[in-house]
């Protein structure tokens, strides 16, 4: 069964730093490409920060480019957002998502429960 499960979210005054971890299980984490979505309070879930399987390449949204960094561990099934210089509209709940093989050629994403992070002011 495919598991993904966010953590290190939390309270972080703004400027402030947090890096989330995702740790996935019941498929190959090596061959699949992962990502970071996040959905603030009364709005659509976005697409945060993207990572191919073997690290490279990986996007960002232009909200956060130069301020948050998407990494995997593949010997440790985990991907990472850095998330630095922290603003109060940052403020979200955060997923972790996997796309996910599903037989020869077909995909499928998958989704954390996610993590909440809150940025004051």
């Known amino acids: 069964q495919v598991q993904l499960v966010e953590s290190g979210g939390g309270l972080v005054q703004s400027e402030k730093s947090l890096r989330l971890s995702c740790a996935a299980s019941?498929?190959?984490?090596?061959?699949?490409?992962m990502s970071w979505y996040r959905q603030p309070p009364g709005k659509e879930r976005e697409l945060v920060a993207g990572?191919?399987?073997?690290?490279?390449?990986?996007t960002y949204s232009d909200s956060v480019k130069g301020r948050f960094t998407i990494s995997r561990d593949n010997r440790k099934n985990t991907v990472y957002l850095q998330m630095n210089s922290l603003k109060p509209e940052d403020t979200a709940v955060y997923y972790c998502?996997?796309?996910?093989?599903?037989?020869?050629?077909?995909?499928?994403?998958?989704w954390g429960q996610g993590t909440q992070v809150t940025v004051s002011s």
């Open positions: 019941g498929f190959d984490f090596s061959r699949s490409a």
């Open positions: 990572i191919g399987a073997l690290g490279s390449p990986t």
């Open positions: 998502s996997a796309e996910v093989r599903q037989g020869s050629y077909a995909m499928r994403d998958y």
